[in-house]
């Protein structure tokens, strides 16, 4: 399996090929079919299973890929569900220490799921659209 991509830039993995078809799949339909050979170029640097995860809308992809562990995804839950909070509340309000709690909404921010945001005159953090999109599909909401 082979990442490619057509004319336009869509990408597709490549799940078998001859001298003049291709048979590929997009992964964000799912939808397979065959292309001719040299309407496709192979797409190098990304792997194949990155190509695949395309399956999966991209908020929900975010969300995933950002929490490494139940703690994280909890936070997020609780920043979406009952938040904003301020640093102090979430210091006070969960077992996580200092520099884990600054560590986790770092990875949040960096992923686009969590912003800054003033929480009765502190420093606070609120979901973004990205978050609360991400988890409403992967919950069914």
Do not use: Q, W
């Amino acid at each position: 399996m082979r990442t490619v991509r057509d004319e336009s830039g869509e990408r597709f993995l490549l799940l078998a090929e001859s001298s003049d078809a291709c048979k590929v799949r997009n992964p964000e339909t799912g939808e397979e079919g065959y292309r001719e050979r040299d309407e496709l170029e192979a797409v190098s640097g990304e792997s194949p299973l990155a190509t695949a995860a395309r399956a999966v809308p991209e908020p929900a992809r975010a969300v995933l890929t950002a929490t490494h562990d139940e703690r994280a995804l909890g936070l997020l839950v609780d920043l979406r569900e009952r938040g904003p909070h301020s640093v102090r509340h979430l210091l006070d309000a969960t077992d996580l220490c200092e520099s884990d709690l600054l560590g986790i909404l770092t990875e949040f921010r960096a992923a686009g799921l969590v912003e800054e945001t003033d929480v009765m005159g502190e420093r606070g953090y609120a979901t973004t659209e990205t978050a609360d999109e991400g988890l409403a599909l992967m919950t069914g909401e």
